[in-house]
């Protein structure tokens, strides 16, 4: 009987359909973005420990000043880049999305470009307003030390490219990137979102005090709407890279008059 069963007739299994494409939530989100901060952290103090041992006998104080140097510092910010993107890109394969649309690495029009360049021109520029009225410092001193330390050491090149650069690319993908994208998600919703990878964003900024974490902080709340609005983490980069070099340049200006 079999030996005239048409091959036609014979049972096929029903295919498995492939498990379709899904987003962090908020514990994933959260899990996978400490994989990110771990791995962009190894990438940094690799650096520093390089700088270190690279002295033969360990000495606090020098020790000390190598860490705080102006070339180990911008290595250790662009080194941190690679680190972020690769830890990134392992945290995304999961998911079955695509890099570039899970971080929604797309451009916006240039209408958004120009209306998030006057918008952060505003907020920077009453942050310095509120500074001067309080009698503060209008750029932060780590900022004026790091540049000099650069000067001395023949970096101020790799700096610019560490603050201008690499810091805006690899803060922008894990902070408007990642974290928003699992964040929006979830029941967080796009403001809790927006709130809580603002306050993570700042939280790397620690080296500022209160009164710089505050404006740190609104930036981040401003980058985050506008990535909300426009669904372009492009933006953001390019918009983070604009105010670091913004206030590179009025660091060394103000270091030059002083």
Request: proline residues 4%; glycine residues 10%; contains cysteine.
């Amino acid at each position: 009987m079999d030996s005239v069963t048409p091959a036609s007739a014979v049972a096929v299994p029903p295919a498995i359909p492939d498990r379709p494409p899904r987003v962090w939530k908020f514990w994933g989100t959260v899990l996978w973005g400490l994989f990110i901060f771990a791995a962009m952290f190894l990438g940094q103090v690799a650096v520093i420990i390089y700088f270190v041992l690279r002295q033969g006998s360990f000495d606090v104080a020098a020790a000390i000043h190598v860490v705080g140097g102006g070339l180990t510092i911008s290595l250790s910010v662009i080194l941190g880049l690679p680190a972020v993107l690769l830890a990134t890109w392992i945290a995304i394969r999961p998911t079955r999305i695509s890099f570039t649309d899970y971080l929604a690495l797309r451009w916006t029009s240039w209408r958004n470009f120009l209306i998030g360049v006057a918008a952060l021109a505003i907020l920077v520029g009453g942050w310095d307003l509120l500074s001067r009225a309080l009698g503060r410092e209008v750029t932060p001193g780590f900022m004026g030390d790091v540049l000099k330390s650069a000067q001395a050491d023949g970096a101020l090149w790799l700096l610019v490219i560490a603050f201008c650069v690499a810091a805006p690319m690899w803060e922008e993908i894990f902070s408007r990137g990642f974290l928003y994208r699992g964040w929006s998600e979830s029941k967080l919703g796009v403001a809790g979102a927006i709130f809580l990878s603002s306050l993570a964003w700042t939280s790397l900024h620690l080296q500022y005090d209160w009164f710089f974490f505050g404006e740190v902080f609104s930036i981040g709340l401003l980058l985050g709407y506008l990535r909300y609005r426009t669904n372009s983490t492009w933006l953001t980069i390019v918009l983070h890279g604009i105010n670091n070099s913004a206030a590179t340049i009025q660091t060394f200006w103000l270091a030059g008059s002083g």
